[in-house]
């Protein structure tokens, strides 16, 4: 049995050399890697008193790059943001001059594109009550990121697919009913260059004892 310091050091090392990755190589992870990723995924808390009985109460799509659904996921995401773009900039959203705010977000969102990664995952939460599914998907995230670093694989989060869980196109590739779970989405895959460890300001900083 290891020790916890030994312990606690290891998670040091994984927490502090997690990072957000958005280039990938070509070379493709096996299915075992993933499928560790999807088992740590699914040990993250979950909201049990929201969710009840429910065995389902979290799924995850592995969506492979040379796969026709990949294709079909590109489509979908692609209409999506260009509803989400012409919705900012209508003319309820200018006479109210958020279409001027937005500004930054209606240039990425103009530009963003799923990225070019071996895997997609979506990640599912059924909605209960109260409705927690979004912060329940984080933590199964944060699982599934940290697997990652400590196997040595990238990962990106993909906050797109949080706006989409009521949209038809998306829940019928994925055979989910719109709106019955909240989503997210990442990208995984081998990074292209080595990361290095998170930067951040001094926590003394930004720490009260009280
Ligand atoms: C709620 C949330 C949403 C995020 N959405 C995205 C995203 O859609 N795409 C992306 O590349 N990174 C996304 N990120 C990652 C952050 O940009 C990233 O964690 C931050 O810049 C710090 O970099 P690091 O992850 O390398 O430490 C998101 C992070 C959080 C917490």
Redesign the pocket.
């Known amino acids: 049995m290891t020790q916890n310091s030994e312990k606690s050091a290891i998670l040091e090392e994984i927490i502090y050399s997690?990072?957000?990755?958005?280039n990938f190589s070509p070379e493709i992870p096996s299915q075992e890697r993933i499928e560790k990723l999807v088992l740590a995924g699914l040990n993250a808390p979950f909201a049990a008193a929201a969710v009840g009985d429910r065995q389902d109460f979290r799924r995850f799509f592995v969506i492979r790059q040379d796969s026709p659904s990949r294709g079909e996921l590109e489509m979908v995401v692609a209409a999506h943001l260009k509803k989400t773009v012409k919705k900012l900039t209508s003319l309820p959203f200018k006479a109210l001059g958020l279409t001027k705010k937005l500004a930054k977000l209606i240039e990425r969102l103009k530009k963003a594109k799923l990225?070019e990664a071996p895997y997609i995952i979506i990640l599912a939460e059924y909605n209960g009550i109260p409705s927690v599914a979004p912060q329940a998907l984080?933590h199964a995230a944060e699982n599934i990121?940290l697997t990652a670093s400590a196997e040595g694989l990238g990962f990106?989060?993909?906050?797109?697919f949080?706006t989409m869980k009521t949209d038809k196109a998306l829940c019928g590739l994925l055979g989910l009913k719109p709106g019955e779970y909240s989503l997210l989405?990442c990208?995984i895959g081998i990074p292209m260059e080595p990361?290095g460890p998170?930067?951040?300001p001094d926590a003394k900083t930004l720490t009260k004892w009280l």
């Open positions: 997690r990072r957000s990755v958005r990225p984080a990121w990106q989060l993909l906050s797109m949080e989405g990208a990361m998170v930067k951040r």
